[in-house]
């Protein structure tokens, strides 16, 4: 069967790094359905791609299992199969660690970590029919922080820990792999109304190992990998893909 044939979900697919995967996976003839909080942000990459192939918006809060359960129940209604779960959605909520609020805490974790969980559980059983494959996007914050970002941190390290123990509940029918992304630059593919180019300067470029920040396309090729027959070997992994910044040593 080739990628023509095959349905992916991408949650957050409406903006960064989630659209520009949806786009890869049209691109290489997936039909995606773009799972996304953010109407107009949804909405628009619908239209945007539509000439490209086929791809559908669904509202979806990922952190309510009743928006979740209807996205994949309509999705697998209307294209009779899932063969790829893209979990990543997420916000963030930087703020001192007195002044963040447990319902900011709450809110992050229930978007970025169990979003991950309610997506992945009720694809599941779609996803074993067609030998399927998950991908998670993590982050580098789950390997290392910056002050203020323990609510963001924490779902991230959950994320990669959920993907080790699903791999092993789920396999040998369904792959789950994650990507922890470091600084990539998705200022070019926001919402089409505040979409806007980051002005990175030579020092944002030049203290990454491999000399640039990252794309969006850098992530997207990787899951596109991941997902195809090349890498059916795969599984329970983590890839760190940061431009070497978690294996450089700093000193001030």
Known sequence: MNTRDKVAVVTGGGQGIGKATAKTLIENGYTV?????????????????????????AHTDVADEDSVNSMIRDTVREF????????????????????????????VIGVNLTGTFLCTKHAAPHLKRTEGSII??????????EPDTE?????????????HSLALSLGPQIR?????????????????????????????????????V????????????????????????????DGGMTRKMIYV
């Not at 799972?35 to 192939?53: I, L, N, P």
């Not at 609510?151 to 993907?163: E, Q």
């Open 80 to 107: 009779k199969r899932i063969d790829l779960l893209v979990n990543n959605a997420a916000i963030s909520a930087r703020r001192p660690l007195a002044s963040l609020s447990l319902k900011e805490w709450d809110r």
């Open 151 to 163: 609510a963001y941190s924490a779902s991230k390290g959950g994320v990669s820990a959920l993907t």
């Open 136 to 145: 998670n996007i993590a982050s580098t914050r789950a390997l290392m922080s």
């Open 214 to 241: 990252g794309k969006p396309e850098d992530m997207s090729s990787l899951i596109l990998y991941l997902a195809s027959p090349s890498a059916t070997f795969i599984t329970g992994a983590h890839f760190v893909v």
């Open 33 to 57: 359905v773009i799972a996304e909080v953010d109407k107009e942000a949804g909405k628009d990459t619908a239209r945007q791609f539509s000439s490209r192939g086929l791809v559908r918006f």
């Open 176 to 212: 789950v792999n994650c990507i922890s992304p470091g600084w990539i630059d998705t200022s070019g593919w926001n919402k089409k109304r505040t979409v806007k180019k980051g002005g990175l300067s030579v020092e944002d470029h030049s203290q990454h190992p491999c000399g640039r």
